[in-house]
């Protein structure tokens, strides 16, 4: 007798379902030796895996931006290099010029090189009554103001951290092409007459103001940034 055959039900295709629990295609491979074949960072069950990226060595590891370098010339002071040496050499000539013109002034010794007639008139300008503010000599102030503008214009004063050395150089400044502007005043319309190393003081101390002028429209009057601290190994 013939067995009669059963027809066969059509197999229900196998539904895999991901647990929370079961490991990863990755993990899996990496437990049993094998490397994985992309760099994937491990994510939680359930997220998709992302590719692992080189974290840079500048990052903070609190996850904020990382700060500018302020090891470049030009953020960590108020004026670039040659702009610092600059102004110190200048005021170097400052002070040589007012001192020269001090020790003639109490030797009444002759300015070397400068005439004494005409509308150059050495003589006539550093003996009249225009040469001594409130009974002081100006070469004399014209030596203490350099004396103390020298400092305050060499580079390490440039890079100091306190804040009042950007306002003190600038109120000299001020002042310093204040009192020039009056001198001029007084040689051209007062006496009538002009001297030679009194205005090489003069330009010199207009090239001083412009420049400490132009260092703080640049860049401000804050002082220099210390120096930053040293990031630990990774």
């Not at 379902?17 to 359930?46: K, N």
């Not at 000299?172 to 051209?188: D, H, K, P, R, S």
């Amino acid at each position: 007798m013939a067995s009669k055959s059963r027809p066969s039900r059509p197999r229900k295709p196998a539904v895999i379902r991901s647990s929370p629990t079961a490991p990863t295609v990755t993990e899996r491979r990496l437990a049993r030796g094998g490397g994985p074949r992309s760099a994937v960072v491990p994510q939680a069950r359930g997220a998709a895996a992302r590719p692992a990226t080189a974290r840079p060595v500048s990052a903070r590891a609190d996850g904020a931006e990382p700060e500018p370098d302020d090891t470049a010339d030009g953020a960590r002071y108020p004026a670039p290099t040659w702009l610092q040496w600059t102004t110190f050499v200048i005021a170097l000539l400052g002070l040589a010029a007012s001192a020269y013109l001090t020790y003639t002034h109490f030797s009444e010794a002759k300015l070397l090189g400068c005439s004494e007639s005409g509308a150059v008139n050495c003589l006539k300008v550093t003996t009249s009554a225009q040469s001594h503010v409130f009974g002081i000599p100006v070469a004399v102030l014209g030596l203490a103001f350099y004396v103390f503008v020298v400092p305050i214009m060499s580079p390490w004063a440039w890079r100091m951290t306190r804040r009042e050395v950007p306002l003190l150089r600038l109120a000299a400044m001020v002042t310093g092409i204040g009192f020039v502007i009056y001198l001029l005043y007084a040689e051209l319309y007062m006496i009538g007459s002009i001297c030679l190393y009194c205005t090489s003081v003069h330009v010199i101390t207009f090239l001083l103001f412009v420049l400490t002028v132009f260092a703080a429209a640049a860049r401000g009057l804050r002082p220099a940034a210390p120096a930053p601290a040293p990031e630990p190994p990774p």
